[in-house]
């Protein structure tokens, strides 16, 4: 009897299919995966990927993403309850209504937001190019960032920019408090305390350094450190240990889970392939507008 990962790797060959996976998405996925990454990184291989099948192994915003830069791919999401709660806090009728009531302001979401949000907002931005994309807007112009008010005012206090913010946050890592990033120094002193932006800019203050998931991976295996408190959803300690023995990785808070991350498992992997279940789509005319701000995210240079 074939274990689940082998049926996995007959269906996939079947298919012709991709398998792409978040940094946060249990160790064994991201074991089996073709690719795994952070959302800039993912974005960018979905829209370099020719397959006919992408398999995306995240939240429901990640695969509409990689539907919107690979068209032309079937993207499966194994369990289409993966949402994202922070996405669901922008409603795209009051987005609608704060673009009529403030035509000249410039609105930057988030790439954790619904497709129907995206349609309706000027550029797109990741954890990972934040600073890139709002540095881009012209110092004139009024912004609105939405839908994390902690990355938008994290951003805001490192470009020294005015920016509007929305009203939303990852419930994830919205529960760090700078006392438990006190208490985790208190117990390894000698350890770099790195953070993920969607911290409120309290923990981001008190820690050394503040990244996307891709980020932290690469300070770290560039970094002459040997330990390190991670104030991120602890399924990137499945990377950072694999990609560097030797090295100490301490948990800011063993409860960072994100439950949508975790919902995803590899039956259902192996059953979105068999059947082709779970497929993302969205209508031809939401995409067209959709892409929009995802295509201009990745021209700025
Ligand atoms: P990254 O883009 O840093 O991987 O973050 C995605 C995310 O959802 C963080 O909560
Ligand atoms: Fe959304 Fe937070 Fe989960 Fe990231 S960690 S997918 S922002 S709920």
Known sequence: MPTTAQEIATLRKERNAVILAHNYVTGDIQDIADFTGDSLELSIRAKEIKAPVIVFC?????????????????????????????????????????????PDTVLVAYVNS???????????????????????????????FLPDRNLGANMRNKLNRPMELWEGFCPTHNKVTVEMVREARRLHPEAEVLVHPECTPEVVAEA??????????????????????????????????????????????????????????????????????????????????????IERMLAVK
């Open 58 to 102: 995240g939240v429901r915003f990640m695969a509409e993403t990689a539907k919107l830069l690979s068209p032309h791919s079937t993207v499966l999401l194994p369990n289409l309850y993966s949402g994202c709660p922070m996405a669901d806090m922008a409603d795209p009728s009051e987005v609608a209504a704060y673009r009529k009531a403030n």
């Open 114 to 144: 619904t497709a129907e949000v995206k349609a309706q907002v000027d550029i797109c931005c990741t954890s990972g190019n934040a600073e890139k994309i709002i540095r881009s807007i012209p110092p004139e112009k009024k912004i609105m």
């Open 208 to 293: 050394d350094d503040s990244l996307s998931t891709g980020g932290i991976l690469r300070h770290v295996r560039e970094s002459a450190k040997t330990q390190f408190i991670i104030g991120t959803e602890t399924g990137i300690l499945h990377r950072l240990q694999k990609e560097n023995p030797g090295r100490e990785f301490f948990c800011l808070q063993p409860e960072m889970l994100c439950p949508n991350m975790k919902k995803i498992t590899l039956r259902e992997v192996a059953d979105a392939l068999a059947d082709m279940r779970n497929v993302i789509e969205l209508s031809p005319e939401l995409m067209e507008r959709a892409v929009l701000p």
